[in-house]
């Protein structure tokens, strides 16, 4: 089966620009969650969706927000963007929220800032 | 708080040795800990959990990991390395069913 698609793969932006990246999780797969990963400061939790609802957020400013679908597909903006923004952006999906449950990673979207 | 240490930033062994990653957490609930790898320019891939059943979890590709509630660890280990295992490897915390929380990773790096 298909795994987690995250489009588009690469992505080069201009300061102040805003953008939206999109996530395809695993057909059957109700739970979707967003990380940022940078050489500085690691993966970092972004949040968490699971029925079109926000369940987890993470210690980012109100720039980074998302929302999930009816299909589970899920998307992530950010807005007025900043060269620290720069990162690899990663989608997870979960048949369900929370537990011990393992997620599956796409391969992650490329953001860089200029 | 819920933390993650990863106790060695590289770790360099040779092809056919075996592999020790180590880490150790902290966590107020009851967590989940999972491991993770990571090749180069590719999402993260689970290669094994724990969930509070038997303490010595297996994995995919050989690895397996053995979970010490009083040494609060959970160390992965491979018998036998090979060239493909070269990667990053993540150390995770799900502590109660909040919010993932990564280490800052192991870089294996297997030599020939």
């Known amino acids: 089966k298909a795994g987690v698609t995250q489009t588009p793969r690469y992505l080069i932006k201009t300061r102040g620009q805003q953008v939206t990246l999109s996530c395809s999780p695993i057909?059957?797969?109700?739970?979707v969650s967003w990380y940022q990963q940078t050489p500085g400061q690691g993966l970092q939790f972004l949040f968490e969706?699971?029925?079109?609802?926000?369940?987890n957020k993470g210690n980012f400013p109100g720039r980074f927000s998302g929302r999930q679908f009816s299909n589970s597909r899920s998307e992530m903006n950010v807005s007025t963007l900043e060269l620290g923004d720069s990162a690899l952006y990663l989608c997870?999906?979960?048949?369900?929220?929370?537990?011990?449950?393992?997620?599956?990673f796409g391969s992650g979207t490329r953001l860089t800032v200029v | 708080a819920q933390s993650v240490t990863q106790l060695d930033s590289h770790v360099s062994v040779s092809e056919g040795t075996p592999v020790l990653l180590r880490c150790n957490y902290s966590s107020s609930y009851s967590p989940s800990l999972f491991w993770y790898v990571q090749h180069p320019n590719k999402g993260l891939q689970l290669l094994l959990k724990?969930?509070?059943?038997?303490?010595l979890v297996k994995g995919i590709n050989g690895f397996e990991a053995e979970f010490k509630k009083s040494e609060t660890s959970f160390h992965l280990t491979k018998p036998s390395a090979h060239m493909s295992d070269a990667a990053e490897y993540f150390c995770v915390v799900r502590p109660g069913g909040q919010n993932f929380v990564f280490g800052p990773g192991t870089r294996l790096s297997v030599l020939p």
């Open positions: 724990y969930t509070s059943a038997a303490t």
């Open positions: 969706y699971f029925s079109e609802t926000q369940r």
């Open positions: 057909s059957g797969h109700r739970s």
């Open positions: 997870a999906s979960s048949l369900q929220w929370g537990g011990d449950y393992g997620y599956t």
